[in-house]
């Protein structure tokens, strides 16, 4: 639930926080007091440029740093067997917003990144079934992002899980997606509906062959199988106009928008929808 870049600390800020470990008090604090919350980042079509949905991220909005990036309270809550929660968070809060974008008239998607924890969970098909039907959203209104590195590590635990997720609607995204080594032959619509490309393999593309070729290979393979294509991190135009002309479905990335609360996503397309 970490991102590529976190723009809202510097880095000495960052480091001072990593380093002094927010502890665990402050963060049940954080969690009872409604200060965890997800912002999100556009998926921008490139062919249109129409915003198809967002990633949620999540958030620490600290009442006395400010909006904190989740180094500083991820790690912890991953030693103490909190993701859970935070997960469970982040998803109501963010079907809710998705609800209230469309009450607006925004039909978007929204992306939630899973854990192997989550994979373990049995009910966890039925369980995401009922929060949308909670929410009032189809199935389909939902994305479950899970990166490349935890398919490859957990297959045998996730294949069984990805079936069911997509019989049910919801769109599966492997997440983070670079090499390939050993998941390449397993994408497929069964498991899958999109492929999000690493930003390694984007940032700088434009102007270095062997990012281009790897890029170019993924996304045939993507095409091959039926797969909607995201490249993430895009922040320069050149890499932008390489995506387009290989055939690349979406973008995400500063160059179009930072994550923002839910409350400064409509206000965003709407001036984004202007040129």
């Known amino acids: ?3 590529e870049f976190l723009p809202y600390q510097d880095d000495a800020t960052e480091r001072l926080m990593s380093a002094s470990a927010m502890s665990i008090d402050e963060i049940w604090r954080a969690l009872v007091n409604d200060q965890l919350v997800p912002y999100f980042q556009p998926v921008v079509e ?24 989740p180094v500083t ?21 963010s ?16 992306s939630i990144n899973l854990s ?60 983070e997606y670079g090499i390939g080594s050993g998941l ?3 994408l497929n619509g069964e498991h899958f509906s999109t492929m999000k490309i ?20 993924n996304l045939l393979l993507a095409q091959r199988h039926g797969l909607f294509t995201v490249a993430m991190g895009i922040e320069e135009s050149a890499d932008l106009a390489l995506l387009s002309e290989l055939g690349c479905d979406a973008v995400q990335g500063y160059l179009c928008s930072a994550p923002l609360p839910a409350e400064g996503l409509l206000p965003w397309i709407y001036q984004w929808e202007k040129g």
């Open 46 to 69: 490139l062919r249109s440029r129409k915003v198809l949905g967002v990633e949620a991220l999540a958030r620490w909005r600290h009442p006395a740093l400010g909006v904190l990036s």
């Open 184 to 186: 390449a032959t397993r």
């Open 198 to 217: 690493d930003r390694a393999f984007v940032h700088g593309a434009g102007s270095n062959p062997h990012l281009r070729a790897i890029l170019q290979e």
């Open 116 to 175: 192997a924890l989550s994979l373990t969970d049995r009910n966890l098909p039925g369980l995401l079934e009922s929060k949308c039907r909670i929410a009032g959203l189809p199935s389909s209104s939902l994305i479950l992002e899970l990166s490349e590195n935890t398919l490859r590590q957990h297959w045998e635990l996730a294949e069984p899980q990805l079936g069911q997720l997509r019989e049910r609607g919801f769109g599966v995204a492997v997440d």
């Open 1 to 3: 639930m970490t991102d």
């Open 95 to 110: 079907l809710y917003a998705c609800r209230d974008w469309l009450d607006h008239g925004r039909q978007l998607t929204v």
């Open 73 to 93: 309270f991820v790690p912890i809550m991953e030693e103490r067997g909190m993701i859970r929660e935070l997960t469970e968070l982040i998803l109501e809060k």
